[in-house]
């Protein structure tokens, strides 16, 4: 249940983006853009880095959205834990966790060291570029999820989930902006 009066509903996330549609807006749009817009990483290496950087950010409601996603998506159980802990057996994807790993706990002691070791396990500057985005994107939400007091229905983040895994996240602007509509 959340610590808001005014967001008590189950739904999660989607619900505080609705109660605020003409805020949140411009924010679920950059989460469409970035989780599911054109990248060089594929959307499960970017849901697994979002799985990561939740866990180590102990965001307990996105570590369960972004395991809804990655199941829902046909990875197995034993690949999206080892994610959520950091670790793979992909070279280009242990890379990127490594670095949101780092970059999640200590941003200010990111070098060209750690670019470079992303860089030489195969994955270009884009895609560096990518990580950031996603890790940063989701040390916001984190903390808008936890701040609130959000803690979703099990039903609801699995339905979510299987959305978000088939469609992306466009369902997700597509409903705020239409309430954005109504409150305009």
Request: proline share 4%; net charge negative.
């Amino acid at each position: 249940m959340s610590f808001l009066k005014t967001s008590q509903n189950d739904g999660g996330v989607v619900d505080a983006f609705m109660r605020m549609p003409g805020r949140y807006l411009p924010f679920t749009e950059l989460l469409a853009g970035i989780m599911s817009g054109p990248s060089e990483l594929p959307g499960p290496a970017r849901e697994m880095i979002a799985l990561h950087v939740s866990e180590l950010n102990d965001c307990l409601y996105c570590v369960q959205s972004h395991t809804a996603v990655l199941l829902a998506g046909n990875i197995s159980v034993s690949v999206v834990k080892a994610a959520q802990s950091g670790k793979s057996h992909d070279p280009e994807i242990q890379a990127a966790l490594t670095f949101a790993g780092k970059l999640t706990r200590s941003p200010g002691a990111i070098t060209q060291t750690d670019v470079d070791a992303v860089l030489a396990a195969g994955l270009c500057a884009q895609a560096v570029e990518d990580i950031i985005a996603v890790v940063g994107l989701f040390s916001y939400l984190n903390r808008l999820v936890d701040g609130i007091g959000l803690v979703g229905d099990e039903a609801a983040i699995i339905q979510g989930g299987a959305m978000i895994a088939e469609h992306g996240y466009q369902p997700v602007v597509g409903m705020v902006r239409a309430e954005a509509g109504k409150a305009a």
